[in-house]
């Protein structure tokens, strides 16, 4: 499983390309490996010419790009998205969003929690609305609130 984290949680002193390998690194993958997958990820995600950039040379949709393609780097079955445009303008949320579902059309699974009802109602994909751990609604194609 992947996660992507409202405040993208990149290491600091690590460039773009460390910060994806490091998601490999840490599980033991060839380097070999390594080297040709991250530059395959990094241009997934529009970033292939930023890989030697530090995260605080990048604009916050770039760090989320960045986020997004460690946590894809492995090629998950779930991709965990806690609030993935909640800093973001909403260009670049409409921009990370497309990023999403681009990911999702390659077989990844991606699961999102936010309160952004502009984006649920254009993506109008599956809504499970929870409240206080338990499902509370469950719809195919649905929209933010209930009743619209």
Not at 42 to 52: R, T
Not at 76 to 105: A, F, H, K, W, Y
Not at 130 to 143: F, I, N, P, S, T
Request: charged residues 25%.
């Amino acid at each position: 499983m992947g996660v992507v984290f409202q405040d993208f949680r990149l290491l600091q002193k690590k460039t773009v390309s460390e910060n994806v390998a490091f998601a490999l690194e840490v599980i033991g993958k060839p380097r070999a490996m390594i080297s040709r997958t991250v530059p395959e990820v990094l241009e997934m995600v529009g970033l292939s010419g930023k890989a030697d950039r530090l995260p605080t040379e990048l604009s916050g949709g770039e760090q989320q790009r960045v986020a997004i393609a460690r946590a894809f780097v492995n090629r998950p079955l779930v991709l965990l998205c806690d609030e993935p445009t909640g800093n973001l303008d909403p260009e670049t949320s409409q921009d990370i969003m497309l990023l999403l579902e681009r990911i999702n059309r390659t077989g990844t699974t991606v699961v999102m929690a936010t309160h952004d009802h502009h984006i649920v109602d254009s993506m109008r994909r599956r809504v499970v609305e929870l409240d206080l751990g338990r499902v509370v609604r469950d719809e195919a194609r649905g929209v933010y609130g209930v009743g619209r």
